[in-house]
Protein backbone atom coordinates (compact mmCIF):
# COMPACT_ATOMS: atom_id res chain seq x y z
CA UNK A 1 0.00 0.00 0.00
CA UNK A 2 1.25 3.32 -0.72
CA UNK A 3 -0.17 5.19 1.45
CA UNK A 4 -1.64 8.53 1.53
CA UNK A 5 -0.45 10.39 -1.64
CA UNK A 6 -0.28 14.53 -1.31
CA UNK A 7 1.27 16.40 -4.36
CA UNK A 8 3.08 18.69 -4.32
CA UNK A 9 5.72 18.38 -1.61
CA UNK A 10 6.76 21.73 -2.24
CA UNK A 11 4.91 25.09 -3.26
CA UNK A 12 6.02 28.30 -3.83
CA UNK A 13 3.70 30.98 -5.56
CA UNK A 14 3.59 34.60 -4.86
CA UNK A 15 0.40 36.31 -2.94
CA UNK A 16 -2.52 36.29 -5.03
CA UNK A 17 -2.10 33.28 -6.95
CA UNK A 18 -4.43 30.09 -6.86
CA UNK A 19 -2.75 26.70 -5.03
CA UNK A 20 -3.98 23.81 -5.52
CA UNK A 21 -3.14 20.82 -3.34
CA UNK A 22 -3.88 17.20 -3.90
CA UNK A 23 -4.58 14.20 -2.09
CA UNK A 24 -4.95 10.51 -3.01
CA UNK A 25 -6.44 8.72 0.34
CA UNK A 26 -5.40 4.95 0.94
CA UNK A 27 -8.12 2.43 -1.41
CA UNK A 28 -10.93 1.73 1.10
CA UNK A 29 -10.71 4.71 3.33
CA UNK A 30 -13.94 6.35 3.25
CA UNK A 31 -12.94 9.38 5.41
CA UNK A 32 -10.50 12.05 4.73
CA UNK A 33 -9.11 14.48 6.84
CA UNK A 34 -7.26 18.00 5.55
CA UNK A 35 -4.61 19.82 8.52
CA UNK A 36 -2.71 22.50 8.52
CA UNK A 37 0.34 22.83 10.91
CA UNK A 38 2.45 26.32 11.92
CA UNK A 39 4.83 26.56 14.38
CA UNK A 40 1.84 29.11 16.03
CA UNK A 41 -1.08 27.01 15.40
CA UNK A 42 0.03 23.84 15.86
CA UNK A 43 -1.68 21.04 13.64
CA UNK A 44 -5.67 22.52 12.44
CA UNK A 45 -8.06 20.38 11.54
CA UNK A 46 -9.73 22.30 8.04
CA UNK A 47 -12.04 20.23 6.83
CA UNK A 48 -13.12 16.80 6.66
CA UNK A 49 -14.92 14.44 4.59
CA UNK A 50 -17.15 11.26 5.07
CA UNK A 51 -17.84 8.79 1.93
CA UNK A 52 -17.21 11.99 -0.30
CA UNK A 53 -19.78 14.41 1.47
CA UNK A 54 -18.16 17.02 3.61
CA UNK A 55 -19.00 16.49 7.02
CA UNK A 56 -17.03 19.91 8.93
CA UNK A 57 -15.57 22.53 7.13
CA UNK A 58 -15.59 24.64 10.48
CA UNK A 59 -11.94 24.73 10.63
CA UNK A 60 -11.74 26.24 7.24
CA UNK A 61 -10.18 29.85 7.90
CA UNK A 62 -12.04 31.90 5.69
CA UNK A 63 -13.82 32.05 2.17
CA UNK A 64 -10.44 31.82 0.06
CA UNK A 65 -9.95 28.38 1.24
CA UNK A 66 -12.05 25.40 -0.59
CA UNK A 67 -12.04 21.79 -0.51
CA UNK A 68 -13.52 19.25 -3.13
CA UNK A 69 -13.67 15.40 -2.90
CA UNK A 70 -15.33 14.62 -6.17
CA UNK A 71 -14.72 11.12 -5.62
CA UNK A 72 -13.39 8.41 -2.62
CA UNK A 73 -9.51 8.34 -4.61
CA UNK A 74 -9.10 12.24 -4.35
CA UNK A 75 -9.01 15.25 -2.53
CA UNK A 76 -8.09 18.95 -3.52
CA UNK A 77 -7.66 21.88 -1.07
CA UNK A 78 -7.64 25.28 -2.99
CA UNK A 79 -6.91 28.83 -2.05
CA UNK A 80 -7.57 31.55 -4.23
CA UNK A 81 -6.11 34.14 -3.38
CA UNK A 82 -3.26 33.07 -1.35
CA UNK A 83 -2.01 35.28 1.01
CA UNK A 84 1.59 35.13 3.01
CA UNK A 85 -0.12 34.00 6.19
CA UNK A 86 -1.06 30.94 4.28
CA UNK A 87 1.91 29.52 4.57
CA UNK A 88 2.35 26.39 6.72
CA UNK A 89 2.54 22.52 5.80
CA UNK A 90 -0.86 21.02 4.72
CA UNK A 91 -1.43 17.17 5.32
CA UNK A 92 -3.88 14.91 4.22
CA UNK A 93 -5.42 12.01 6.71
CA UNK A 94 -7.83 9.28 5.83
CA UNK A 95 -9.06 6.38 7.68
CA UNK A 96 -11.94 3.64 7.68
CA UNK A 97 -14.95 5.43 9.21
CA UNK A 98 -15.64 7.97 11.21
CA UNK A 99 -16.33 6.20 14.51
CA UNK A 100 -13.47 5.23 17.06
CA UNK A 101 -13.60 1.55 17.27
CA UNK A 102 -10.31 0.95 18.59
CA UNK A 103 -8.34 0.67 15.45
CA UNK A 104 -5.21 1.95 14.22
CA UNK A 105 -6.61 5.34 13.75
CA UNK A 106 -5.54 7.61 11.03
CA UNK A 107 -2.74 7.54 8.24
CA UNK A 108 -1.20 10.51 7.07
CA UNK A 109 0.72 11.60 3.80
CA UNK A 110 3.86 13.07 4.01
CA UNK A 111 2.42 16.86 3.39
CA UNK A 112 2.48 19.94 1.22
CA UNK A 113 5.03 22.68 2.68
CA UNK A 114 3.26 25.54 0.93
CA UNK A 115 5.08 29.19 0.98
CA UNK A 116 2.92 32.38 -0.24
CA UNK A 117 6.05 35.35 -0.65
CA UNK B 1 -13.53 16.54 23.50
CA UNK B 2 -11.94 16.21 26.39
CA UNK B 3 -9.02 18.35 26.71
CA UNK B 4 -5.26 16.86 27.07
CA UNK B 5 -2.34 17.95 29.12
CA UNK B 6 1.14 16.95 28.48
CA UNK B 7 4.13 18.52 28.87
CA UNK B 8 6.17 20.65 26.61
CA UNK B 9 9.11 19.21 26.36
CA UNK B 10 11.43 16.00 27.78
CA UNK B 11 14.86 15.20 27.37
CA UNK B 12 16.18 11.75 27.88
CA UNK B 13 19.19 9.44 26.76
CA UNK B 14 19.77 6.52 25.03
CA UNK B 15 19.02 3.28 26.06
CA UNK B 16 16.77 4.67 28.27
CA UNK B 17 13.11 3.99 29.39
CA UNK B 18 11.03 7.72 28.56
CA UNK B 19 7.64 7.81 29.85
CA UNK B 20 5.43 10.56 29.04
CA UNK B 21 2.19 11.39 31.06
CA UNK B 22 -1.28 12.83 29.80
CA UNK B 23 -4.00 14.37 32.05
CA UNK B 24 -7.30 14.38 31.04
CA UNK B 25 -9.92 14.75 33.74
CA UNK B 26 -12.68 15.10 31.26
CA UNK B 27 -12.50 11.84 29.46
CA UNK B 28 -15.85 10.93 28.56
CA UNK B 29 -16.91 6.88 28.90
CA UNK B 30 -16.80 5.70 25.11
CA UNK B 31 -13.48 8.06 25.02
CA UNK B 32 -10.20 5.92 23.72
CA UNK B 33 -6.83 7.57 24.34
CA UNK B 34 -4.41 7.40 21.49
CA UNK B 35 -0.97 8.93 21.03
CA UNK B 36 1.04 9.79 17.57
CA UNK B 37 4.32 10.32 16.92
CA UNK B 38 5.39 12.65 14.46
CA UNK B 39 9.02 13.52 13.05
CA UNK B 40 10.04 16.97 11.35
CA UNK B 41 8.62 17.26 7.61
CA UNK B 42 6.97 14.40 8.05
CA UNK B 43 2.58 13.29 8.97
CA UNK B 44 2.44 12.42 12.72
CA UNK B 45 2.12 8.54 13.20
CA UNK B 46 -0.14 6.61 15.02
CA UNK B 47 1.52 4.33 17.98
CA UNK B 48 -0.97 3.19 20.09
CA UNK B 49 -4.49 3.38 21.39
CA UNK B 50 -6.44 1.99 24.43
CA UNK B 51 -9.15 2.55 26.24
CA UNK B 52 -8.75 1.05 30.15
CA UNK B 53 -5.79 -0.88 31.83
CA UNK B 54 -2.58 -1.53 29.40
CA UNK B 55 -1.68 -1.82 25.95
CA UNK B 56 1.36 -3.13 24.62
CA UNK B 57 2.50 -3.33 20.80
CA UNK B 58 6.45 -3.45 19.50
CA UNK B 59 6.82 0.06 19.61
CA UNK B 60 5.26 1.31 22.84
CA UNK B 61 3.28 0.28 26.28
CA UNK B 62 -0.23 2.29 27.26
CA UNK B 63 -0.85 2.13 30.55
CA UNK B 64 -4.08 3.46 31.77
CA UNK B 65 -4.90 4.00 35.55
CA UNK B 66 -8.54 2.70 36.49
CA UNK B 67 -10.18 6.51 36.73
CA UNK B 68 -8.75 7.17 32.74
CA UNK B 69 -8.03 10.73 33.88
CA UNK B 70 -4.57 10.49 32.74
CA UNK B 71 -2.38 7.99 30.91
CA UNK B 72 1.21 7.06 30.52
CA UNK B 73 2.97 6.58 27.29
CA UNK B 74 6.18 4.41 27.83
CA UNK B 75 9.18 4.19 25.36
CA UNK B 76 11.58 1.40 26.07
CA UNK B 77 15.43 1.47 25.83
CA UNK B 78 14.99 5.19 23.56
CA UNK B 79 17.45 5.57 20.54
CA UNK B 80 17.91 8.85 18.94
CA UNK B 81 15.72 8.51 15.95
CA UNK B 82 12.87 8.73 18.99
CA UNK B 83 13.41 11.96 18.93
CA UNK B 84 9.86 13.23 18.37
CA UNK B 85 6.98 15.21 19.22
CA UNK B 86 4.66 12.86 20.62
CA UNK B 87 0.61 13.85 20.97
CA UNK B 88 -2.07 12.80 23.18
CA UNK B 89 -5.35 12.41 21.98
CA UNK B 90 -8.65 11.47 23.37
CA UNK B 91 -12.37 10.64 22.23
CA UNK B 92 -13.80 11.66 18.84
CA UNK B 93 -17.18 10.82 19.90
CA UNK B 94 -19.01 10.08 16.78
CA UNK B 95 -17.80 13.56 15.02
CA UNK B 96 -14.74 11.91 13.46
CA UNK B 97 -12.49 15.12 14.90
CA UNK B 98 -9.48 14.20 15.32
CA UNK B 99 -8.02 17.34 17.50
CA UNK B 100 -4.34 18.00 18.14
CA UNK B 101 -2.93 19.38 21.00
CA UNK B 102 0.79 20.94 21.17
CA UNK B 103 2.20 17.50 22.33
CA UNK B 104 5.36 16.73 23.84
CA UNK B 105 8.69 17.17 22.22
CA UNK B 106 10.90 14.60 23.14
CA UNK B 107 14.64 14.69 22.34
CA UNK B 108 16.97 11.65 22.80
CA UNK B 109 20.75 12.72 23.53
CA UNK B 110 24.06 10.10 23.28
Known amino acids: DAGVIQSPRHEVTEMGQEVTLRCKPI?????LFWYRQTMMRGLELLIY????????DSGMPEDRFSAKMPNASFSTLKIQPSEPRDSAVYFC???????????????FGSGTRLTVV | LAKTTQPISMDSYEGQEVNITCSHN???????ITWYQQFPSQGPRFIIQ???TKVTNEVASLFIPADRKSSTLSLPRVSLSDTAVYYC???????????FGQGTTLQVKP
Open chain 1, 93 to 107: ASRIGLLDRGDNGYT
Open chain 1, 27 to 31: SGHNS
Open chain 2, 26 to 32: NIATNDY
Open chain 2, 50 to 52: GYK
Open chain 1, 49 to 56: FNNNVPID
Open chain 2, 89 to 99: LVGRGNTGKLI
